[in-house]
């Protein structure tokens, strides 16, 4: 099946830095999602990026559908950003979509 | 976007006792989804529910321990059956929006489970 690999990991920040997340995956997709997990885990979604950049205030996020990989970019970071980043592919297995995560990226901004 | 409720969205419980949680979504759709996620872990598909029919099982996932209903187009239910303590996980629902190859996907709040 389909591999959807995010790194770093996890990433510690001081408040105020920059932060990039990467998510690549092995197939071709129908769509890709960014989310937030808080945490009380909910899901929050960011973006929902097939291909292109789009923005939305601090965070921004870019999607080269051909070359398999997407990134979302944090600038000045807040302590709010802190929790768990994941990506999600959607793609068709069996006659049905299916919404593939990665394992996600647990970012922690210190004050 | 869309306004999923889902509750409880947390709670303790015995092992081999079951939990029915509730899933509660602001308009019709024609599919929810139903997830786990163990600590630590990212989000597993367990069903799809399709109003009207059997939910479709993913493999690893059986009917027995997770008996799902759709009784209507904005509302679905999960339970988990005969609890051990490997069942303490996040159990999310899902819906999506949009049509074609372009769905994006909702989630509710979640649901908490810690088996004791």
């Known amino acids: 099946g389909i591999q959807v690999e995010q790194s770093p990991p996890d990433l510690i920040l001081q408040e105020g830095a920059n932060s990039t997340l990467r998510c690549n995956f092995s197939d071709s997709v129908n769509n890709l999602q960014w989310f937030h997990q808080n945490p009380w885990g909910q899901l929050i979604n960011l973006f929902y990026i097939p291909s292109g950049t789009k923005q939305n205030g601090r965070l921004s996020a870019t999607t080269v559908a051909t070359e398999r990989y997407s990134l979302l970019y944090i600038s000045s970071s807040q302590t709010t950003d802190s929790g768990v980043y994941f990506c999600?592919?959607?793609?068709?297995?069996?006659?049905?979509?299916?919404?593939?995560f990665g394992k996600g990226m647990k970012l922690t901004v210190n004050p | 976007s869309a306004v999923i409720s889902q509750k409880p969205s947390r709670d303790i419980c015995q092992r081999g006792t079951s939990l029915t949680i509730q899933c509660q979504v602001d308009s019709q759709v024609t599919m929810m989804f139903w997830y786990r996620q163990q600590p630590g872990q990212s989000l597993t598909l367990i069903a799809t529910a399709n109003q009207g029919s059997e939910a479709t099982y993913e493999s690893g996932f059986v009917i027995d321990k997770f008996p799902i209903s759709r009784p209507n187009l904005t509302f679905s239910t999960l339970t988990v059956s005969n609890m051990s303590p490997e069942d303490s996980s996040i159990y999310l629902c899902?819906?999506?929006?949009?049509?074609?190859?372009?769905?994006?996907?909702?989630f509710g709040q979640g649901t908490r489970l810690t088996v004791v």
């Open positions: 999600a592919v959607g793609l068709t297995q069996g006659g049905s979509e299916k919404l593939v």
């Open positions: 899902s819906v999506r929006r949009g049509g074609g190859w372009n769905t994006e996907a909702f």
